[in-house]
């Protein structure tokens, strides 16, 4: 299977859709935030030359880079999701005990953290562009942001399911990361 950034939406969507454990939901949440970010950038770029105040285009224009750095880096942890769980589900065949299991559950639980980390930055910043949005960009905005919702719900989804499989430290660090995601998701 060919990487996600490199596939056809109709390509990805089958393999979605197929009884193959990967792609899955770790892959769509990262893919969701990805198009959510995607969505806003535009918004920004559209609204900065509508914008009538100086201001306002200076604060479009400067988010339009983080915008296009968040949707690139989701793109990735879409693939990376795949990755990490085809990396378990191997583990799991070959019989993988110990330090070799925990490692490939640790990475499983460590990608969708990194999307929900990502995707929240999104939301974060999206007030700024929320308030300054030219209102023919009402719809693109809304769609972004319950595209950026949903990655990062799921993302935390993904990671809450690999959370009983972690021990020691990694289960501490990542479950203290988790929490605090849980925590923005809830105000």
Do not use: C, H
């Not at 299977?1 to 769509?28: F, K, N």
């Not at 065949?93 to 070799?100: E, I, L, N, T």
């Not at 990608?111 to 693109?140: N, Q």
């Amino acid at each position: 299977m060919s990487a996600v950034r490199d596939q056809t939406v109709g390509d990805y969507l089958r393999a979605l859709a197929s009884s193959a454990a990967v792609p899955g939901g770790g892959s769509a949440a990262a893919l969701s935030a990805a198009m959510g970010a995607a969505l806003i950038s535009m918004v920004a770029k559209l609204s900065a030359k509508k914008a009538a105040a100086a201001e306002d285009r200076e604060v479009l224009t400067g988010l339009v880079p983080e915008f296009d750095k968040l949707a690139a880096r989701l793109l990735e942890l879409s693939q990376d999701d795949i990755d990490a769980y085809r990396a378990v589900i191997d583990a799991r065949k070959s019989g993988a005990q110990g330090g070799a299991m925990g490692r490939a559950y640790e990475r499983a639980a460590e990608v969708p953290l990194a999307t929900a980390t990502a995707a929240a930055r999104g939301l974060a910043l999206l007030p700024e562009v929320s308030k300054r949005a030219w209102e023919m960009t009402a719809s693109d905005l809304a769609v972004g942001s319950e595209l950026l919702e949903t990655g990062f719900a799921g993302a935390l989804g993904n990671v809450a399911i690999n959370l009983p499989e972690l021990e020691g430290d990694a289960a501490a660090r990542i479950e203290r990361a988790y929490l605090e995601l849980r925590g923005l998701k809830a105000q």
